[in-house]
C-alpha cells in the first residue's frame, strides 16, 4: 500500500492504463481528454506568477546586479550554441538513418487542406512581430496572455526596480516571498491529481491515433528517439560530468515531471515544481527565475533535433533533392523560426511549414505526412527540452558561481 502511495508509481500506472483504454476503447479514450487538458490548464494559471515571483525575490535580493547580467549573457550564449548542436544533429540522424527513403510520395497526391491551420500568412511571426512581442501592452497582459518571455520581462524589470527601492529591507519583498510559497503550495495540490491528467492525456493519444498509424513512419519515429537519446546521454550525458553529478541521478530526482511531461507532451507542466527542485540542488533562485523560463522559449533541444530531421525526411519521402546549400539555409532558417513559434500552439508545424515555405523546394503538403505521428513525437521533443533545461542551468550556475556544489552533491547521491 505504501508504495501505491507513490506519485512516480500512481503516473506510470496511469501512463499504462491510458494506452490501455485508448487501444481497446478507442471512443472512451477520447472523451477522457477533459482531463488532460483540465490538468494542464491548471499548472500554466499558476506558471506567470510563480516566474514573477522567483524572478522578483531573486533579483532584489541580490546586490551585485552585474551578476544577473552576466547570468543572462552565458544563457543566451548556450542556447545559441546548443541549438546549433542539436539542428546539425538531426540533419546528420536523417542522412545516416535515411527514414524518408524509399516512401516515394507522389507530390500531386499531397492535400494541402490537412495543414491549412499551421501555413499561411500570420502563423509565423516575423523577426519584428517576435521582439515587439516580448514587450506587453499593459502590466497585467504578460500574466492574461501567459508568454513566458514577456513575463520574465516584467519581473526582470519590477524586480530591479525593487532593488533599487530597498530590496529585502521592504515590506513587498517579505508579501513577494510569502506570495512565492502560496503559489507553490498550490502547484503541489494540483500536481496530486498528476495521475488523472496523463491517464486522460495518454488515453486520447492513443484513442484518436491508434498504435496502428504509427506503422507507416515507425523508421521516423524510431530515428527521431534514437537521436534525442543520444543526444541526452553523449552531450547532456558529459555536461554533467563536467558539473559534477550523474545525468541518470539527475533524471532519477525529476523522475515525476518527466513522467507527467512525457504523457501531456507539455514541458510547461513541470516548469514550477523544477524550479523549486533546482533550488533545492543549491541553484541559487536568480539563476533559476532568469534561465528556465528563457531556456523554455529558447532552449527547445528536442524541438531542433525534430525540425532539421523532419525537413529531410520530407525531402526524402518525397523524393525532392537537396544541395549542400540549400540545406545549409534550411539549419539557417531553422535557427529563427524554431524560436519564432517557440509559444505557439501547433509550434513544430508552424515552423516546419515556415521553414519549408521560405525555401521553397521540399512541398509545403508534405508537412501533413507526420501529421499522425506527431503527438508521439512530441512527448519525446517536450521530455527532451525539460532535461536539457534542467542540466543548462545547473550548467549556468556553475559558470557564474551561483551553484553550492556541495549541496548539488548531497542531493544527487
Known sequence: ????????????????????IGHYYPDFGQSLKPFGDAFIKGIKMLVGP????????????????????????????????????????GLAAAHLLLPGVGMNIDPGSLDIKS?????????MPTATDFFLNLIPSTFVEAFARGELLQVLLVSVLFGYGLQLSGGQQTALFGMIETATKTFLAMINVIMKTAWIGA?????FTIGKYGLAS?????????????TVGLFILIFLGSLARYCGFS???????????????????????????????LEILGVKKSC????????????????????????????????????????????????FTSKGAAAVTG???IALAATIGSVGDIPVASVGIILGVYRFISSGMATTNLIGNSVATILIAKWTGELNQEQLKNELQ
Not at 541518470?248 to 514541458?267: D, P, R
Request: charge should be positive; glycine fraction near 10%; aromatic fraction near 10%.
Open 247 to 277: 545525468l541518470f541521478k539527475l533524471i532519477g530526482y525529476i523522475k515525476e515531471e518527466v513522467m507527467v511531461v512525457f504523457a501531456t507532451a507539455s514541458s510547461e507542466t513541470a516548469l514550477a515544481r523544477l524550479m523549486e527542485k
Open 115 to 123: 495543414v491549412a491551420q499551421y501555413v499561411g500568412p500570420g502563423k
Open 214 to 226: 504509427l506503422g507507416p513512419l515507425l523508421k521516423l519515429l524510431g530515428s527521431f528517439y534514437l
Open 50 to 89: 510563480i516566474i514573477f515571483c522567483t524572478v522578483v525575490t531573486g533579483i532584489a535580493g541580490m546586490s551585485d546586479m552585474k551578476k544577473a547580467g552576466k547570468t543572462g549573457a552565458y544563457a543566451l550564449l548556450y542556447f545559441e550554441v546548443m541549438s546549433v548542436i542539436a539542428l546539425l544533429l
Open 347 to 349: 509550434s513544430g508545424f
Open 288 to 335: 533559476v527565475g532568469l534561465v528556465i523560463p528563457t531556456g523554455y522559449t529558447m532552449n527547445l533541444d528536442g524541438s531542433y533535433i525534430f525540425l532539421s530531421l523532419a525537413c529531410i525526411f520530407l525531402a526524402q519521402a518525397t523524393n525532392t533533392p537537396l544541395t549542400f546549400t540549400q540545406e545549409a539555409i534550411l539549419i539557417l532558417v531553422l535557427m
Open 1 to 20: 500500500m505504501k508504495l501505491l502511495k507513490s506519485a512516480s508509481l500512481q503516473i506510470l500506472l496511469a501512463i499504462g492504463a491510458g494506452i490501455a
Open 199 to 203: 491517464l486522460g492525456a495518454m488515453a
